[in-house]
């Protein structure tokens, strides 16, 4: 019989899902018909923002968010925990990144936020990520927008669903800008897709511009005349970057169930907080109301005398598959060979020798979960 075998996660689809997208397949449009519409309302809903754009990744959302935010050469500060995208995409914008260093949920430190922009007034914004599903303190980040002038950017794809006291991942209360991502791992998915919102009518209409090529089609807005009734412009270098109705039809189906999604990865968590308790093995999870799209715990190995790599190998031989999340940005040679030097952000360094992201999906039972808990128990303890 195959070994059954637990990746850090996955999607969970439902006959609801299916049904849906095969309705759209049998439909006249795949793509540029009504269930793009119908998912930028329901997320419109969902975040209560007035504006949501949905395009065909969290990359592509990233992107567009960046090329409305940001001239060439304006500096960035963003974190070096998180997936690629994130500083890739002020790289695309022609902006430079500043790598902040972490504090104790792996998010960009805001403390050295605040130092750094005391001292630089060249900083034009932040791209804060929240990693694993833990927002990054919205209070902190209204706090450094409105003192420094700097326009924020929260980076949504770990947190759609987590909430900070009153405010909400992705609400844009205390944000210019939030991106999603829905990716299968991701608390809702559309296969691959993702979203633009924001309160900016400016930035919203810029966003819906380039996810298709720059064309404008609204006469009122034709910077040129032509007669022809099929007439229109390219007014800005844009991108094919929209989300097809398949993809759609699947977000919007998928984004019904988020509550069960949310509750059901929050009641596993819980679980592993009490079966990590008291060991050298810490949650990095303080906060309920994440959305717990990673969990992530940390071991100090060299402490303990074990070899990560030794731990990744024998669990992987068990059927359970761990990850790294994240080797920091600024190592990857693409940054180094920019200039930027890993050292300079410390603690970042620390986190990725310490972490491992551990199963966390709908669809982990019971005596699945105590197989996976024991299994790492005995690796990293005994
Ligand atoms: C923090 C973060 N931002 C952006 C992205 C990019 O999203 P996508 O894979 O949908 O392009 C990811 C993807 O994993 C991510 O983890």
Redo the contacts with the bound molecule.
Sequence with gaps: MKQKSYGYSRQYIDQDDINAVVEVLKSDFLTTGPKVAEFEEAIRQYLGVKYAVCVS????S?HIAAICMLEKGDKVLTTPI??L??SNAIVYAQAVPVFVDVDDQANIDLNLCEDILKKDSTIKAIFA?D?AGNMVDPKGLMYLSQKFGVKILE?C??SLGASFDSYKAGDCSFCDVA?L???P??SITSA???CVVTNSETIAKKATILRNHGIVRDSSAFIYSDENPLYFEMQELGFNYRLSDVHSALGLSQLKKIDLFLNTRRNLAKKYDKAFSNTPIRSLHKNASASYHLYVVRVNFKELGKRRADIIKSLKSNGIMLQTHYIPINAQPFYQKMGYDPLETPKAIEYYNECLSIPLYVGIDDSEQEFIIDAIKSEILY
């Design positions: 990744s969290g990359t592509a990233l998180s997936f995208a994130t990520v990693f980076d794809a770990h991106t991502s829905f990716h791992v991701k691959e897709g993702g």
